[in-house]
């Protein structure tokens, strides 16, 4: 599904939000503060990228149609926060499968795939890559040379192409 993904790490705060002005069935949480981003930063003892930040701070998390994007939610304590909550999430999956400590899940596909920010690959303006932990190897199948917006973005684009 990540095919037709661009591998430019330019995005722009507009174009996703213009793009997501296009899903009809879109759900968000609430954007978050400073202080709470900085904890789940504490929490998982990583430093996140911008564009994760950005997105917590405007929506918490997302969802459309059957896609789910984890980040943060309204419940104060991430050990018992339960999905969609990245920080939950990602602990548990350190416990329960041995995810590498610098992997941040942001996205779960049937418990098989995860999708992750690689907060020891940073790049260039603040940003990492986004890889693909394989949860039945235990292991990263894939690297992708992709920000976060530009991983969001081709999702997007993907569910509005197949939603017409």
């Known amino acids: 599904m990540r095919e037709g993904i661009n591998l430019m790490n330019n995005y722009s705060i507009d174009e996703v939000e213009n793009a997501l002005r296009e899903i009809d069935d879109l759900v968000t949480g609430v954007g978050h503060d400073d202080d709470e981003v900085v904890a789940a930063e504490k929490k998982l003892l990583v430093t996140l990228p911008n564009?994760?930040?950005?997105?917590?701070?405007?929506?918490?998390?997302?969802?459309?149609?059957?896609?789910?994007?984890?980040?943060?939610?309204q419940r104060s304590s991430f050990e018992d926060a339960g999905i969609p909550n990245f920080v939950w999430f990602t602990l548990k999956k350190r416990?329960?499968?041995?995810?590498?400590?610098?992997?941040?899940?942001?996205?779960?596909?049937?418990?098989?795939v995860y999708y992750c920010?690689?907060?020891?690959?940073?790049?260039?303006?603040?940003?990492?890559?986004?890889?693909?932990?394989?949860?039945?190897?235990?292991?990263?199948?894939?690297?992708?040379?992709?920000?976060?917006?530009?991983?969001?973005?081709?999702?997007?684009?993907?569910?509005?192409?197949?939603?017409?």
């Open 51 to 73: 564009s994760f930040k950005w997105y917590l701070k405007q929506w918490g998390n997302l969802s459309m149609g059957p896609i789910e994007y984890y980040g943060l939610t």
């Open 95 to 112: 416990e329960e499968v041995g995810l590498p400590a610098h992997l941040v899940v942001f996205q779960n596909s049937n418990d098989e």
């Open 117 to 164: 920010l690689d907060t020891n690959s940073f790049v260039d303006n603040d940003e990492c890559n986004i890889v693909v932990w394989n949860n039945l190897d235990r292991s990263i199948d894939q690297v992708m040379d992709v920000n976060f917006f530009g991983f969001l973005l081709g999702d997007i684009e993907e569910y509005i192409e197949m939603m017409q």
